[in-house]
């Protein structure tokens, strides 16, 4: 009988020590090293279980050739790039890796509200390509960070870890998320509101850290933005589709947000074409000095990328060992 199956999907090329470490002496591990869906052909249809990262995407079409496969991990936090609905159809479990990069992403997006509040990237932009005075004045009004309200929208392991960190820094912590049961507010000493309404008009910086669904799709819209503060700050460490960045640019150009963090895009990497991405570039338009964008990298850091391939590898274990999966999504 041949030994049972592990494929990583993509992103993680050889040499698989991490996944060897956890799965030698139990499977068969090999990096299919996919770029598209359509490279998984011929590579996966044996598999047991799939160890899928965020390069490509697993649709039906791929789940369709899947002979005996009972897991597929998603070794991150975000689950929209497989088919879990149809997965489940199949009898496949469908898991992810939902705390191997908290402290990272929260710590990028609070280095971002800092950045954005305090002016460093502003002024830091415009003295290098010397355009104004060598001068604080530049950031004028600047307004001290302790006691500004803090507003968070999905109070999960990333916003619960970047609601302490804010309110250790003063901060008047509020959040909105409908799905945490009661008494995570009394728990983590923040306020709890009621509405989105309530979050935005509040809030003078808000941190967007809820999975992309169909309801927190553009949850961030140009009817969002005309709510919040005049002023606001806008962070998204979440996923690229709950912010539409057509209506960040109309908030920069407006007046209505100061600045935006923006960590992860709806398309990735982006075309260029993109209105925010164009005036991005552009020296003379007020989004580059007032916007930062990173090339989807919150969740990074050389401990969080082990955890992540460790745990996906050791939920593989237990699935070919015959145990129960771990954070099954579906």
Not at 90 to 103: F, H, K, L, Q, S
Not at 183 to 203: H, M, N, P, T, Y
Not at 223 to 251: F, H, S
Request: hydrophobic share 40%; with cysteine.
């Amino acid at each position: 009988m041949s030994r049972p199956l592990v494929v990583v999907t993509d992103f993680i090329r050889e040499p698989l020590d991490h996944e060897r470490r956890i799965l030698g002496d139990v499977a068969d591990v090999v990096s299919a090293d996919a770029m598209n869906e359509d490279d998984l052909i011929g590579k996966v249809e044996n598999a047991d279980c799939l160890m899928l990262f965020h390069f490509i995407s697993i649709t039906r079409k791929t789940i369709e050739r899947l002979k005996k496969c009972k897991l597929i991990v998603r070794c991150g936090v975000g689950f929209d790039n497989v088919d879990r609905v149809f997965a489940r159809e199949r009898g496949i479990d469908v898991a992810n890796v939902p705390d191997y990069g908290t402290e990272d992403v929260a710590d990028s997006a609070i280095g971002m509200m800092l950045t954005l509040v305090r002016g460093i990237h502003y002024m830091n932009s415009r003295t290098q390509a010397e355009q104004g005075e060598w001068i604080y004045t530049q950031v004028q009004p600047t307004y001290r960070l302790r006691g500004q309200t803090f507003g968070i929208i999905g109070c999960g392991r990333i916003g619960t870890a970047t609601a302490l960190r804010a309110k250790a820094l003063g901060l008047r912590v509020i959040y909105y998320d409908p799905y945490v049961p009661d008494g995570r507010d009394k728990a983590l000493g923040i306020i709890r509101v009621e509405s989105l309404e309530e979050l935005f008009s509040q809030s003078d910086i808000v941190s967007v850290h809820c999975p992309r669904t169909p309801e927190t799709t553009h949850i961030i819209n140009r009817a969002a933005i005309e709510q919040m503060k005049p002023g606001a700050y806008l962070v998204n460490t979440a996923r690229g589709g709950c912010v539409d960045i057509n209506a960040v640019l109309w908030g920069i150009e407006s007046g209505k947000l100061r600045g935006a963090g923006i960590d992860v895009l709806e398309v990735e990497p982006p075309t260029g074409a993109e209105p925010l991405i164009k005036a991005w570039r552009d020296p003379n338009h007020p989004a580059h000095h007032r916007v930062i964008i990173n090339p989807h990298a919150a969740f990074y850091s050389e401990e969080g990328s082990i955890d992540m391939r460790v745990k996906g590898s050791e939920n593989c274990r237990r699935v070919i060992l015959g145990n129960a999966p771990r954070n099954v999504v579906n």
